[in-house]
């Protein structure tokens, strides 16, 4: 009360006309370390596709150039539906190999795999205390398979493990031990990001201290609609992708699978309504576009040109990608050390907050 009643009365006044230059200053001086932290998670998959890479990974590669940004392989979320010790394995390295591919540069952002910083694993025992088991129950992807499991007759817990329920609480950890201020995530995550709030919420308000970081969701306000083959959304479940590392002879192969309509070469068509043309925007320049719009326009151009120009551009974008993609697959110990080093980075930081935490805990 005291104290309230002291920075109400003039003084104030003196202190901030003292402390502008110096607080200008600080700021001056630490600009680049006082960048917001962004976090993205990455989940182990074998078959990246350019679904993936528009939707995906290029936005969040972008990320490094206005955050302090972070990106890890979720290889302990991905043991809870993968239980082939080679499948796992696997696809861990493929989906890293894929992100440094795409350019992702471990020399400028934090590059680690998840289960090689076990602060992760201590810091989810904590927050286990403060997450109430309601809120798991109200988890979109438990929900759903309990729902799943009633529709069908099933026991609602049917083939739910502890690692599906508690899931949103691992994320939660893999978020709050690097001090995340923003994670990248589609819709379907912003429950997660939601409920990593929540319980940094009431850690905080039990020690009356802020003794975790508030994360946010940043959802990408435009992210790309990628079209597959049949002009659905691109995407494994609709076995409609086009895959981003594929040779190319596959590349064109698939791209010339793509579904059209039966209007004749002669016909002038629509570039709005073609997934073609939407594909070909994703790689295609400003002038590239408006002079393949004004060919479909003109009649005169069948689907195989269009499907061409497609893969050409595609191919353009993709071929270093593609080459880069396989050199990496060709040495995985270096792929093993960019990924052991990236912890080695990383673990300081986690071990910080595991501290912290444990500290404002009594368990010091
Ligand atoms: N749940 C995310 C997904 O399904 C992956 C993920 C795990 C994640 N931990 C994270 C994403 C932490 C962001 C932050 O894609």
């Not at 796992?88 to 289960?115: I, M």
């Not at 529709?151 to 609602?156: E, I």
């Not at 925007?281 to 269009?306: D, I, T, V």
Request: net charge neutral; aromatic share 8%.
């Amino acid at each position: 009360m005291l104290y309230t009643q002291t920075i109400s009365c003039p003084i104030p006044y003196s202190l901030f006309t003292f402390s502008v230059p110096f607080t200008l200053r600080f700021q001056t001086a630490t600009l680049s370390t006082m960048k917001e932290i962004s976090l993205t998670g990455i989940k182990p998959t074998g078959d990246l596709h350019i679904g993936n890479y528009f939707g995906a990974i290029k936005p969040a590669l972008e990320l490094a150039k206005t955050y302090d940004a972070r990106y890890f392989i979720a290889d302990y979320h991905g043991l809870n539906t993968m239980k082939d010790p080679a499948e796992l394995s696997s696809t861990a390295r493929h989906v890293a190999a894929g992100w440094l591919a795409a350019g992702l540069d471990p020399e400028k952002v934090l590059f680690y795999r998840q289960s090689a910083i076990p602060e992760v694993f201590e810091l989810t025992v904590m927050l286990t205390a403060f997450t109430s088991k309601g809120m798991m129950n109200r988890a979109h992807a438990y929900k759903a398979a309990v729902q799943d499991n009633t529709d069908k007759g099933d026991d609602p817990d049917a083939g739910v493990n502890m690692g599906l329920f508690t899931y949103p609480i691992l994320m939660a950890a893999d978020i709050i031990i690097f001090d995340s201020d923003v994670v990248p995530v589609g819709k379907d995550q912003v429950q997660h990001i939601e409920m990593a709030a929540d319980i940094v919420q009431s850690v905080n308000a039990n020690y009356g201290k802020p003794v975790l970081k508030i994360p946010r969701a940043g959802v990408q306000p435009d992210s790309a609609v990628v079209p597959g083959l049949d002009g659905r959304k691109m995407s494994k479940s609709y076995n409609n992708t086009i895959p981003l590392f594929a040779p190319e002879n596959t590349l064109k192969k698939t791209i010339m699978r793509m579904l059209t309509n039966s209007q004749t070469v002669e016909e002038p068509k629509d570039p709005d309504t073609c997934q073609i043309f939407q594909l070909y925007r994703l790689f295609a320049n400003k002038e590239e576009q408006a002079a393949l719009a004004a060919h479909y326009r003109a009649g005169g151009m069948g689907w195989g040109m269009a499907k061409e120009e497609l893969f050409l551009a595609a191919n353009r974008l993709l071929a270093p990608m593609r080459e880069r993609y396989n050199a990496i697959m060709a040495d995985i110990p270096a792929l093993d050390k960019i990924l052991e080093q990236g912890a080695e980075k990383a673990r300081p930081i986690a071990a910080a907050t595991v501290k912290r935490f444990r500290k404002a805990a009594g368990i010091d």
